[in-house]
């Protein structure tokens, strides 16, 4: 859908160097996208501060390249010495025109190792408790990596190579869609690798978790289909509204309301009969809080509702209001203590 001028009234500077339309307009600016973003200045002038900011970023992030560190670089030339084979002195002298052809010769190796270096270079984002990111992939599609995950990708995608990102912790994924028609090439696919298992699709939204030791992939549209990575067992087809869990060594499907599963991407938490216990698991996951508790049994509730998961404090305090507990973080010690009241 595309974006109002109000839309930006509350931007930040990481709004707009995550905004695709804001990075399209710096990289290959036109004249509609000139006379829109002036529009935008014009309406907030508040924002022209972050414009002119993230303008400079999303520049430099582009004509960034990666050179190799003092350390590497004196590790290639003890490598390039070690394989040089010493010749006696004979009193002659190399004429100049042999000295600088021998350095452009060095330089071009070099410059080739800085390359393959650069091209080769794995990208690894990390969230810290309580935090989300978006992400924009080098093929355009958007990843929302939840708090205490971490993706891995290429930087650099080769056009005739398979799509991959390796996800631990939680992610939705949007799939920017390639494969028009014909057999499906390669650069057309798109493999998700988390856990024991392996994801593939074609275009699509859903939503990733491995934590402790438990895999769930929930689809909200399009068609994905996952195998282990093994190789056991045969691939299994997810249509949307369905849910994939592995555990234990097998892969079970079973339908679920994935807009629910998936809303904590936009700061909103569904219980439907959740156990108490399953919710502390997601506070430590999340928050990283150590939960302890005065009784067990308060781990047997259960809780359904919708709460909003913006501000941690009145998140506790709702759920405790609504199970007659009090839950109250204690910073020194990293615990979420939760009693009877």
Known sequence: MKKQLSDYKAYTLADLINDETFILWVIQPDETADTFWQNVQNTFPNLIPLIVSARNIVLSMRFETDELSTIEQQQLWQNIEAKTILVKKTGRTLPMWYRYAA?????????????????????????????????????????????????????????????????????????????QRGAVQNHERFIVHTGAVNVEVLGTSFNVNDRRGHTEVALLEGKISLDLKTGETKPLILAPGDIAEYANGKL??????????????????????????????????????????????????????TLSAKDRGVLFKAIGVTLNISISPKEATNELIVTSK
């Open 103 to 179: 350095a452009a010769v060095v330089a071009g190796i070099l410059f080739c190792i800085g390359v393959l270096y650069s091209v080769n270079q794995k990208v690894n984002i990390e969230t810290p408790y309580g935090q989300l990111k978006n992400i924009t992939l080098p093929d355009g599609s958007i990843v929302t990596l939840n708090a205490n995950s971490q993706i891995k990708y290429d930087k650099n995608w080769d056009k005739d190579e398979i799509r991959e990102v390796w996800i631990s912790g939680e992610a939705f994924l949007k799939v920017n869609h390639l494969h």
């Open 252 to 305: 079970v499907k079973k339908p679920i309301n994935v807009a629910e599963y998936a809303s904590w991407k936009d700061g909103k938490l569904y219980f439907r009969n959740v156990p108490v216990a399953k919710i502390f698991d997601y506070f430590e996951d999340i928050y990283g809080y150590k939960v302890v508790v005065d009784d067990p049994k308060i781990l047997e509730k259960r809780l359904s509702g």
